[in-house]
C-alpha cells in the first residue's frame, strides 16, 4: 500500500465528484498481501467505476487469478476527468483500489477492451500510471530499474487488435478462463529474462498475439480510390493491406482463438464485489450461455462467440443460489456472448 496515495486522497477525494469510485473496500473484495504472491495483475476496464463494475468479464478474470495462490488481481477504473485532473495536480498515479498500490508496480496491467470509444481511455490511464504509452518505449525499462508491467489486453475488440497494436504487448484472442493459467506459468517460469524474451516464450502460448513479433504486407497494388480531404494525410501509404504476417520465424503462422468447451464447470464468480454507490447493472449477472443461435452476419459478439455452449438448468440454479446468498441482490439478468 502506497502511504503517499493513501494521504493525497484524503486531500482530493472530498473535491470531486462520487469519492466511492476510488476508494475500494466494497464487500466481497479480495484482498492479499503482496509478498505473499509471485504474480500481480492490475485488472483494468477503461471507462467509468459505474460502467466497469457491470462488466462480467472482468469479474471472471480476476477471479480466476484470485482462485490461484500465487496471484493476485487488483481492481483499476479510468478517473472521471476531475478525478484525473486533480491526480495529476497532486502527483497521484493511477493505483488498485484494493491496495492503493501503483499500477506501474504490478507485473501485468490488464486491459478489457469490449468497444473502441474505450481507446482513448486505456492511452490515458497508460500515461496516467507513469508509463510509456508505446510498448516500444517499454522495453529500456523503468528509469530506476526494473521492468514496466507487460500491458495485455482482451476482450471482444482484441480481434480486431492492429488499431491498438502499437501499445499493448499482448492480445489474448478468445475466452481467457483457460490462458490466464497459462501466461501466469509461463511468467513465472521467464521471470528476470529481457522482455523481448519473456515476450518471445508468451507468444508459443496457443491464442496469444504478441504483436511485436509480426508485419503487416502490403500489396505493391495502389488502391485508386483513395481520398482523403484531410491534407495531413495526402501522403498516406495507399498500398493495399494484405495481411499480417510473422516477423520472426519462432511465433505462430496464426493466431488461433482460444475456446472453453466446458462452460457448465468454467470457474465463475459467485461472490461478485458489491459496490458502494450506484452501477450500470445494480444486480446478479447470471452467464447461461456463450455465443447465440441467430448468427446475424452483421453481428460482432454472435460471429466471435460461436459455437453456441449453454449451462444445465441445474448448474445455474445453483449458480444463482450462491450469487443471491453473496450479494443480497434480488434481481437477476440472464446474460450471454
Ligand atoms: S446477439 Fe447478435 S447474432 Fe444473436 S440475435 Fe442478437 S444480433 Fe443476432
Not at 182 to 204: C, F, N, S, V, Y
Not at 258 to 287: A, C, G, M, Q
Amino acid at each position: 500500500m502506497s502511504a503517499f496515495i493513501e494521504e493525497k486522497l484524503e486531500e482530493i477525494l472530498p473535491t470531486v465528484s462520487k469519492p466511492a469510485r476510488y476508494v475500494g473496500g466494497e464487500l466481497n473484495c479480495v484482498y492479499k498481501d503482496h509478498a505473499d504472491v509471485d504474480v500481480k495483475w492490475a485488472v483494468a476496464f477503461p471507462d467509468a467505476y459505474e460502467i466497469g463494475m457491470s462488466n462480467l468479464a472482468l469479474s471472471i478474470v480476476s477471479h480466476v487469478i484470485n482462485s490461484r495462490d500465487d496471484a493476485v488481481a487488483e481492481r483499476v477504473y479510468a478517473p472521471w476527468p476531475d478525478m484525473e485532473q486533480a491526480m495529476r495536480a497532486h502527483g497521484v498515479p493511477l493505483y488498485t483500489l484494493e491496495s492503493k498500490t501503483p499500477v506501474a508496480d504490478f507485473d501485468f496491467f490488464a486491459f478489457s477492451l469490449s468497444y473502441e470509444l474505450s481507446y482513448t481511455n486505456v492511452l490515458a490511464m497508460l500515461d496516467l500510471a507513469g508509463m510509456p504509452v508505446r510498448a516500444a518505449d517499454r522495453d529500456a525499462g523503468r528509469p530506476g530499474g526494473g521492468a514496466w508491467p507487460l500491458v495485455i489486453a482482451g476482450g471482444h475488440c482484441t480481434f480486431n487488435p492492429e488499431p491498438m497494436a502499437p501499445f499493448i504487448d499482448l492480445f489474448v484472442i478468445g475466452e481467457g478462463e483457460e490462458i490466464l493459467h497459462e501466461i501466469i506459468d509461463t511468467w513465472k517460469a521467464a521471470r528476470g529474462l529481457p522482455r523481448e524474451e519473456l515476450l518471445l516464450r508468451m507468444a508459443q502460448i496457443r491464442g496469444l498475439y504478441v504483436p511485436r513479433f509480426y508485419e503487416s504486407r502490403v500489396s505493391d497494388r495502389t488502391d485508386p480510390s483513395y481520398s482523403c480531404p484531410d491534407p495531413r494525410f495526402a501522403e498516406a501509404d495507399r498500398r493495399l493491406f494484405q495481411a499480417v504476417v510473422p516477423a520472426r520465424q519462432e511465433v505462430p503462422p496464426r493466431v488461433v482463438r482460444r475456446l472453453v468447451w466446458d462452460v457448465e464447470n468454467v470457474p465463475y464468480p459467485t461472490k461478485p464485489i458489491i459496490p458502494f454507490i450506484e452501477v450500470v447493472h445494480d444486480r446478479i449477472s447470471l452467464e447461461v450461455m456463450r455465443g447465440c443461435t441467430r448468427g446475424c452476419r452483421f453481428c460482432q459478439a454472435g460471429m466471435i462467440t460461436r459455437p453456441v455452449r449453454e449451462k444445465s438448468p441445474r448448474r445455474l440454479m445453483e449458480l444463482a443460489r450462491q450469487l443471491v446468498r453473496s450479494t443480497g441482490h434480488e434481481d437477476i439478468s440472464l446474460v450471454s456472448l
